[in-house]
């Protein structure tokens, strides 16, 4: 049954082999560009956010220099001896403070505070009246976010005053908005201060992540860390500023970031089931327009190796194969009518045959026969001429009707009785039995078939020896065949003599043997094919013994 599909099998399995090679090879390139792209994303979210964190900390070293300039200036040092003054220098001086504040002020690109405090005068001189308390500061004074919340402030205090720059943190604001990519968030961070943000950009994740890299945070100053939350993954790409001691934190969600290439690849995996089903679709039609109609021709051909030559294939496939159909059709139908032409062929053949080979037989039987006519005449023993001529004006009416060339065992052995008897007038010493069942005098066999071994057990056996009188005829029913055994108590024949003249029956007929066995072999193998045949061997009687075999499907 596997055979008659294995074409259809084979190609289903190729189509699957083919497409599971190309989604194998697939999925391996997405794995693979997936890992280049997340490598691209961190390095460039790492130089972002590095160039970021320079440009804050230049602006803030900027304004921290800022500071130390002023600290050079003369008239700010004259801030430790203001009150020596009389009010009117100390106002003036209190004027040129605040212009030249201003001016430095307004030369840095980042919005800025810058004042002076004077513990002399006990007020604030600069751009803004800062009423602050002062916190405790020196040459090592650090960048800090003030009380409340809303500006970074540096102080430098020196001998009976005090420099302060700040900037508000709206700064820091509008560096994370200039550096917003669609999809990431940013902020800053510090262990101590609340997270600076913007609002566009807030995730309900950021506390989750803050505390996830809290650990990291604490050994590294920069990196890039992929965090899970809620079935989201977040790249978190981080550098510390070292002017402010704040932590800028980058987040980004892959899934969001990767969005483009697993679209693609759902596409792609879409594709395939979509060329897979049109593969199977494919395989489908191919095999009703061409597996059914070879198995149909596979099942015709069956038939013809079986000897069926009238089957016929009737089926419509509307493509090629309908010419095939109509040529093995025709085929067949060529095929049928030379066999029953050949075997009728044959059977004429064979009859044909049937009656060359009995021409040759009767004239052999007739040759004795009127020599032995001739003897009787001359010894003058009418009686056996009578009987001679009566019973060969019998036989002569029964083989000479060759359009009957089959008769009944039972006529055959009423021949070979009447050629028994004629040959008892001629010797007296002659005598002989015949056992054939009644269940078998009906069977079919061709005439002359058993008359000539008779004649050659008289002629060749009881002749040849002076003490020889018996021909013994038997018929035996078996299971699977029948036989007749014609046997004599004559001369008989040696193993070698034997096994000669079985040789000489199997070659072709020619003058120098003579006809009788040959002809009757021919005859068995023509009439009843196989496996009928003859054996010849030695009797128990002491002379010759031959069997006729046939099969019993021949009744």
């Not at 079986?306 to 496939?317: L, N, T």
């Not at 064979?350 to 009995?358: G, I, Y």
Request: glycine letters at 6%.
């Amino acid at each position: 049954m596997y055979k008659q599909y294995r074409t259809f099998i084979g190609m289903l399995l190729v189509t699957l082999i083919s497409i599971l090679t190309v989604m194998t090879m697939y999925a391996y390139t997405v794995n693979t560009s997936l890992a280049t792209v997340r490598e691209d994303i961190q390095m460039n979210n790492l130089n972002r956010i590095r160039y970021l964190i320079n440009n804050l900390d230049h602006n803030v070293e900027q304004l921290s220099m800022l500071a130390m300039t002023l600290e050079t200036d003369s008239k700010v040092g004259l801030l430790s001896s203001v009150h020596l003054m009389d009010t009117y220098d100390q106002v003036q001086l209190q004027l040129d403070l605040a212009d030249k504040i201003g001016l430095q002020s307004f030369s840095r690109g980042w919005d800025n505070k810058i004042s002076i405090y004077s513990e002399l005068m006990g007020k604030w001189i600069g751009t803004t009246k800062i009423q602050d308390s002062l916190p405790g500061g020196g040459s090592d004074a650090q960048w800090e976010l003030d009380s409340t919340g809303e500006r970074f402030v540096y102080d430098r205090s020196l001998n009976g005053y005090t420099i302060r720059v700040a900037f508000p943190k709206s700064n820091l604001q509008g560096l994370l908005e200039g550096s917003n990519i669609d999809g990431n968030y940013s902020f800053f961070y510090h262990p101590d201060q609340p997270v600076i943000s913007t609002a566009a950009q807030e995730i309900k994740e950021k506390d989750k992540i803050i505390k996830a890299l809290i650990p990291i945070l604490e050994e590294r100053t920069e990196g890039t860390e992929t965090i899970a939350f809620g079935g989201t993954d977040y790249m978190a790409t981080f550098m510390k500023a070292e002017s402010l001691g704040w932590y800028m934190i980058d987040c980004v969600p892959l899934d969001q970031a990767l969005q483009p290439i697993k679209r693609t690849q759902v596409f792609f995996y879409i594709g395939c089931v979509m060329i897979f089903l049109g593969g199977v679709a494919t395989l489908l039609f191919l095999y009703r327009k061409v597996q059914v109609p070879i198995v149909a021709l596979l099942k015709g051909v069956r038939l013809l190796k079986h000897g069926d030559f009238s089957v016929r294939i009737h089926k419509a496939s509307r493509n090629e194969f309908d010419i095939l159909y109509e040529s093995f059709n025709d085929m067949a139908e060529q095929i049928g009518d030379l066999i029953d032409k050949v075997y009728k062929e044959k059977i004429v053949s064979r009859e044909a045959m049937v009656k060359q080979l009995q021409a040759q037989i009767n004239p052999h039987f007739l040759y004795n026969c009127l020599f032995f006519i001739d003897n009787m005449t001359r010894l003058g023993n009418e009686e056996a001429v009578t009987a001679m001529t009566k019973n060969l004006a019998e036989y002569f009416r029964y083989t000479t009707r060759l359009d009957e060339p089959v008769t009944t065992l039972e006529k055959e052995l009423g021949v070979v009785e009447n050629y028994l008897k004629i040959q008892c007038l001629r010797m007296n010493r002659l005598r002989y039995e015949i056992n054939v069942p009644d269940s078998m005098k009906q069977l079919p066999v061709p005439k002359l078939l058993i008359q000539p071994l008779a004649e050659n057990g008289v002629i060749h056996g009881i002749e040849q020896k002076r003490q020889a009188s018996c021909i013994r005829i038997t018929g035996v029913e078996e299971s699977a065949r029948f036989r007749i055994i014609v046997e004599d108590d004559g001369k008989g024949m040696t193993e070698t003599e034997i096994l000669e003249l079985l040789g000489r029956i199997e070659q072709p007929l020619d003058e120098s043997m003579g006809c009788a066995l040959w002809n009757i072999r021919q005859r068995m193998s023509i009439y009843f094919e196989q496996p009928a045949g003859m054996e010849i061997g030695s009797s128990e009687l002491g002379g010759l013994r031959i069997q006729l075999y046939w099969p019993r499907s021949i009744d």
